[in-house]
């Protein structure tokens, strides 16, 4: 089946400084790529929509500038927190959607294992 | 936005019992999914019911899905240890998020040994 490879897994780093968590489809290609970022006990919160080859589209209430996403391939996506602060601490996970399931009319969703950002 | 509420929040039950989840939805849908989250880890698609579809198995997995009430459910029959996690469903509708899925808040399952 899919899989979605996601890294690193767990992350420390000092307020202020950036961090670049990346998402990765093995076996399959993505043109499209989301970010979600889950709170302890909560459910998933869709931060952006990255796009092959195109600027990422942005939930309300995201900062775009604070998140950067870069989707370079059909199969890697990027999102750099930039400027960490320890309110930026949380779960991050992202996912893509198989085109092939997405072909059967099916709207499956392949995750990733998730990075836990923390921000000293 | 979060269309689906499941409940319980928690369950927590003794190995080898039946647990059984519920999903309330609010719009029409074309399908509604049920994820699984162990901590600390990602979503893992378990089963997908269709909106003409009412019930689905998959090994010890039983969804039903009520149209009429907007609801589903998710029993997991002769509960493991390995089954603690939380338990999300998703629903795709039209309108619904960028990701084509609304999910909802998880039933946090822990099954005693």
């Known amino acids: 089946g899919a899989v979605v490879s996601q890294h690193p897994s767990w992350v420390i780093c000092k307020s202020g400084t950036s961090v670049k968590i990346e998402c990765r489809s093995l076996d399959f290609q993505a043109t499209t790529m989301f970010w979600y970022r889950q709170f302890p006990k909560q459910s998933l919160m869709l931060m952006a929509t990255s796009n092959e080859g195109s600027k990422a589209t942005y939930e309300q209430g995201v900062e775009k500038d604070k998140f950067l996403i870069n989707h370079a391939s059909l199969t890697l996506s990027t999102l750099t927190v930039t400027s960490a602060h320890p309110e930026d601490s949380s779960f991050y996970i992202c996912?893509?959607?198989?085109?092939?399931?997405?072909?059967?009319?099916?709207?499956?969703?392949?995750f990733g294992a998730g990075s836990r950002l923390t921000v000293l | 936005s979060q269309q689906g509420e499941e409940d319980p929040q928690a369950l927590s039950i003794q190995e080898g019992e039946n647990a059984t989840m519920n999903c309330s939805y609010k719009t029409s849908i074309n399908n509604l999914q049920w994820y699984r989250q162990n901590s600390g880890r990602g979503l893992v698609h378990l089963i997908l019911i269709r909106s003409n579809e009412r019930e689905k198995h998959s090994g010890r997995l039983r969804v039903t899905l009520d149209t009429s009430k907007k609801s589903s459910s998710l029993l997991i029959t002769a509960s493991r240890a390995a089954d603690t996690a939380s338990y999300f469903c998703?629903?795709?509708?039209?309108?619904?998020?960028?990701?084509?899925?609304?999910f909802g808040k998880g039933t946090h399952l822990i099954i005693q040994p």
């Open positions: 996912s893509a959607r198989d085109r092939g399931l997405r072909s059967s009319g099916a709207n499956v969703l392949t």
């Open positions: 998703a629903t795709d509708a039209p309108g619904g998020g960028a990701d084509g899925l609304t």
